[in-house]
């Protein structure tokens, strides 16, 4: 029989994830999807 592991992490440290994550610069979109954003086809 499997035990699901048990994680405790303080309310403090959640809510300074929580603060840490508002704040990240996150990359733009990439302008292209999928195959064209690859190599170039000859």
Same mark, same amino acid.
């Given at each position: 029989? $499997?035990?699901?592991?048990?994680?405790?992490? %303080?309310?403090?440290? /959640?809510?300074? /994830?929580?603060?840490? /994550?508002?704040?990240?610069?996150?990359?733009? $979109?990439?302008?292209?999807?999928?195959? %064209?954003?690859?190599? /170039?086809?000859?």
């Amino acid at each position: 029989m $499997s035990r699901t592991p048990v994680i405790a992490v %303080d309310d403090a440290e /959640l809510d300074e /994830l929580r603060a840490r /994550l508002r704040a990240t610069r996150w990359a733009a $979109s990439w302008p292209v999807s999928g195959w %064209d954003a690859g190599t /170039l086809s000859r």
